[in-house]
């Protein structure tokens, strides 16, 4: 079982700034000025802030991923070595791979683990190492990050933090039920070699297709539309990557774990449709293998302490009034 903790950083300091008597440069008196912050040795003048045992969330621009990120990765990594400023050594959650996270950009920080929990990380991985990657070890590692990374979600709770994540993780699923290959996207053939692919955007909730050429795709469109009829889809184009069009739609902000469970059956019931409007032979296949495995629902083994609540809508997403009840 994995062990957890928060503490504050603190950091102390005195800063004389321009037109002071004694000075006429912005000067920081550092409470140990004898010594160098070690965790930003790379950067003068920086405060202390190593990030070691710092579980983080880290999103596609921290690396040289396609959109959406690797299906094996969750974008939650134990920082495994964090003393400079420019970027850290970390392991994902999910896949168990070793990354080192550019963090010239922002990077969100979720929570530290006790060093015995890292210990037993890096024994794990050098494990690994001495058994030349093999299956046994590797899949030891990657179970045990996992399930630390559903006690660390489970205990933080669902939130605008952990939203990302359990998307993530939900919509890796889908993938890998209708279209499993390295990435965290689904590739649908559309004919004549034109392949759509469609990832999450998992900050803004919404599902984005990439046209396969510069300009508007009408066959696309109106499979989008018939696809998911009751969501808002928007054509974008941008002109500085050789005018690639994507279309986005845009899914409700989920407010809690089962929201978000809906969401996802609204994403995987939306793509299938469209699969089976342009790949029917593979949409078959798809929903025989369903049928008799059932589709994945990693979600499921997430335990969070969601407090019940009643909901009355008050208007329609159509603008008409009426008293609905949720629960």
């Not at 999103?59 to 959406?68: A, I, K, M, S, T």
């Not at 890096?122 to 399930?147: I, M, P, T, V, W």
Request: charged share 25%; glycine share 8%; net charge negative.
């Amino acid at each position: 079982m994995a062990l957890w903790h928060s503490y504050i950083l603190r950091i102390g300091g005195e800063v004389t700034f321009p037109g002071d008597e004694d000075t006429m440069n912005a000067t920081t008196h550092w409470l140990h000025p004898e010594t160098r912050p070690e965790a930003m040795a790379d950067v003068p003048g920086i405060c202390e802030l190593p990030l070691t045992r710092a579980v983080v969330q880290y999103r596609d621009l921290h690396e040289v991923d396609p959109p959406g990120g690797l299906i094996r990765d969750i974008g939650l990594a134990l920082v495994l070595e964090g003393r400079f400023a420019s970027s850290v050594e970390a392991l994902d959650l999910g896949s168990s791979t070793v990354k080192s996270l550019d963090l010239s950009s922002e990077l969100v920080l979720l929570d530290w683990v006790y060093e015995p929990t890292l210990d037993h990380v890096n024994l794990l991985l050098a494990d690994r190492a001495l058994s030349d990657q093999s299956q046994a070890a590797g899949s030891k590692l990657e179970s045990y990050s996992f399930q630390m990374a559903l006690e660390l979600l489970g205990r933080l709770g669902y939130g605008p933090l952990t939203r990302p994540t359990i998307l993530r993780i939900g919509f890796r699923d889908i993938c890998r039920d209708l279209d499993l290959h390295e990435g965290t996207s689904v590739r649908i053939l559309m004919g004549d070699h034109r392949i759509t692919r469609v990832h999450l955007d998992y900050d803004a909730n919404a599902l984005v297709f990439r046209a396969v050429s510069p300009e508007p795709d009408s066959t696309l469109e109106a499979a989008i539309l018939a696809g998911f009829p009751e969501n808002e889809v928007t054509r974008m184009s941008e002109e500085h990557n050789r005018g690639t069009v994507q279309y986005l739609v845009r899914l409700a902000l989920p407010m809690s774990l089962s929201e978000v469970r809906r969401g996802l059956r609204t994403i995987r019931l939306g793509l299938g449709r469209i699969l089976a409007q342009f790949e029917p032979n593979r949409f078959e296949e798809v929903e025989q293998q369903l049928s008799t495995f059932g589709p994945r629902d990693t979600l499921a083994r997430l335990h969070l302490r969601e407090r019940p609540h009643r909901s009355v809508a008050l208007r329609t997403q159509d603008g008409s009034s009426g008293l609905r009840t949720v629960h």
